[in-house]
């Protein structure tokens, strides 16, 4: 294996790494054609060798479903070649297709220069879109550091959108219509697919299957669609972009807020959900699911408030139950049953007013806990946070615009296209990117960070010093985008604890392990969510719940383990994600489901364990 196939630590095609230079009059155009024209016919005749000479010796090549039915980065000519010699003749790829009106040449940094392009392509089971990054090199020829191949459709499977959505009037049948497929009456009706959870995950990916013409049904248990968000603190606000987040098929309107309020937000899943036609049974709760080891079918069991029990059996079980299932990570300490005052959760801390007058400990120093506690101080309420360890903070100004702006903004591209370019860097890719861009953050937020370190605030730059990314990555956690409550921080308004541990409750508040004592009538835990693999062993008890992949993280290739692909049981799925990732691979999932469906896909996988055996 040579040097480069580590890819922890994978580095920038920098111009000084690869010896090269630029010519100042460069036909980016003609660049591209030639280098992809040699590329496609290589891949034509399968010349493996052929195509890596396209390639720089520390490529990537990511895939998502199109060639692996998995998702895949392949790090390094050893890599790439076997992963070429296992897949490239079985799936037949061909009628590779340069769009050429995309090829641009970009310069991220004064020391990096690619030229990017799209292709499409198909396969023997569907066609694909990818997204290619050339290099210079010191002959002077350009070749491939990044490829990304990915599965967009299934031959003969198209979505039911366009010219190819319902054409019959439905002149007075519509409502019984709508009651029916709701209550999933008739053969007609039997759900294929089962999703608990009516977050943006589960609406976002039934939308996908019932346009794939697979029928769904969504399992909530709150009793309004949107309820989750309604009842989180009055004050939540998305830190990310309208342009970030908008859903398929409907996407916000122009008049949509930069930063969506979360009873709004709210409001417009209900609205989404019936504008799209989607079967949601409200009030209900999947108590037991159980599966056939011959037929793979699900039989699972719901509880509806008010309504008779129901048992289905189905093809495929989704859950969509979000970070943590919902599972508060509460903290257990002595004393709990002493304490005179209130202990709460912060997925159940709904308003500031509830605590006027009143002396509050907010434990947590990331975005619910500084969220919570400039809430809280905004209403005049005594407020100290206590921080258990170091928080990587960036502000929303600074911030957002460096690691969203240049694909998710006004007038900026659409959200399939920004989606393909920032699914076409792979993780331990965009760890030597972020470097930089976290340093030229934390460049323009200097005062702040600054002011932060004066009053004993712990910081930390993330996982090796790039920013949030790989935080989020690894696990969801750990950062704040400022909007505010750093400055009340700095300014003495949020008090902060922070030089010694929790170690018992008292009667009048907490004590820390170097004896001190905070008095308080309040204490918040902002201490997220548990392990997202709890709520599904719940539903489908041990002996399966045992099979379950781990659930959020990275493998070894830095891709997410679990969600949107093989969750270690055939047939059960897990869709989880901000907007910007459900809205992308809630289509990968439906994809698998479709293939399945239609008997494309047999669900064997080139997956990570496959090639380690």
């Avoid at 040449?105 to 690619?114: A, G, N, R, S």
């Avoid at 967009?152 to 959505?165: K, Q, T, V």
């Avoid at 037991?288 to 008779?308: F, Y």
Wanted: proline fraction near 5%; aromatic fraction near 10%.
């Amino acid at each position: 294996m040579n040097s480069t196939s580590d890819i922890n630590f994978a580095s920038l095609p920098t111009l000084e790494r690869l010896g090269a230079s630029v010519p100042p009059s460069l036909d980016v155009v003609s660049v591209a054609q030639k280098w992809f024209q040699t590329f496609a016919n290589f891949v034509q005749t399968g010349d493996v060798n052929g195509i890596l000479g396209q390639l720089v010796a520390d490529a990537f090549w990511r895939d998502i479903l199109a060639l692996t039915w998995d998702f895949r980065t392949f790090y390094g000519s050893d890599r790439i070649r076997q992963f070429l010699l296992d897949r490239l003749a079985s799936t037949k790829l061909s009628t590779l297709q340069l769009d050429t009106t995309t090829a641009a040449v970009q310069q991220p940094y004064p020391d990096i220069v690619w030229i990017q392009a799209f292709f499409t392509f198909s396969t023997a089971v569907g066609t694909g879109s990818g997204v290619l990054r050339l290099v210079p090199t010191s002959s002077g020829e350009w070749k491939a550091h990044a490829i990304f191949t990915n599965l967009e459709s299934l031959h003969g499977c198209p979505e039911l959108i366009g010219p190819l959505r319902e054409q019959e009037p439905k002149h007075g049948t519509w409502p019984e219509q709508r009651r029916q497929e709701h209550e999933c009456e008739g053969p007609d009706q039997k759900p294929v697919a089962l999703i608990v959870g009516g977050g943006q995950s589960g609406l976002e990916l039934a939308a996908r299957l019932k346009y794939l013409g697979i029928k769904t049904l969504v399992v909530e248990r709150e009793a309004r669609i949107g309820d989750l968000w309604r009842k989180r603190y009055e004050a939540l606000c998305l830190h990310d972009t309208v342009w970030y987040d908008h859903m398929p098929y409907i996407p916000f309107p122009p008049t949509w807020p930069v930063f969506s309020p979360a009873p709004k937000l709210a409001d417009w899943f209900e609205s989404y959900a019936h504008s799209l036609e989607l079967d949601v049974w409200t009030s209900s709760t999947v108590t037991r699911a159980s599966q056939d080891p011959e037929t793979k079918k699900w039989t699972v069991e719901i509880e509806r408030s008010g309504l008779e029990s129901r048992t289905l059996v189905v093809n495929h079980l989704v859950f969509a139950v979000g970070f943590g299932g919902g599972t508060h990570n509460m903290p257990q300490l002595p004393g709990a049953e002493e304490f005179k005052g209130t202990i709460v959760h912060s997925g159940h801390y709904t308003k500031a007013k509830d605590y006027e007058g009143k002396k509050v400990i907010v434990v947590g120093a990331c975005t619910s806990g500084h969220d919570i506690a400039k809430d809280l101080h905004d209403h005049g309420v005594d407020v100290t946070m206590f921080q258990r360890s170091s928080t990587y903070i960036m502000s929303v100004k600074h911030g957002i615009p460096a690691l969203l702006g240049s694909l998710y903004h006004e007038g900026g591209p659409s959200p399939d296209v920004a989606d393909r370019i920032n699914a076409s860097f792979p993780n331990y890719l965009q760890k030597p990117l972020h470097q930089r861009i976290a340093a030229d953050i934390a460049d323009k937020d200097r005062e702040t960070l600054e002011g932060l370190r004066r009053v004993g605030f712990r910081l930390n730059t993330g996982i090796d010093g790039s920013g949030c990314i790989l935080l989020v990555w690894t696990k969801a956690s750990g950062y704040y985008f400022d909007v505010g409550a750093s400055q009340l921080i700095i300014d003495g308004k949020i008090k902060l604890k922070n030089d010694s541990q929790l170690a018992r409750f008292t009667q009048d508040g907490l004590e820390f392990t170097d004896r001190s004592i905070l008095d308080a009538d309040a204490v918040i835990f902002a201490t997220g969510y548990g392990d997202a693999q709890d709520s599904l062993r719940s539903v489908l008890g041990p002996e399966l719940g045992a099979r379950l992949k781990p659930i959020w993280g990275l493998d070894p290739e830095g891709e997410i383990q679990g969600v949107w692909r093989d969750l270690g049981i055939p047939r059960a799925w897990c869709m989880m994600g901000n907007f910007a990732l459900c809205r992308f691979h809630s289509k990968h999932i439906a994809l698998q489901i479709k293939a399945i469906e239609e008997g494309l896909f047999d669900e064997k996988r080139y997956s990570l364990e496959t090639t380690l055996e």
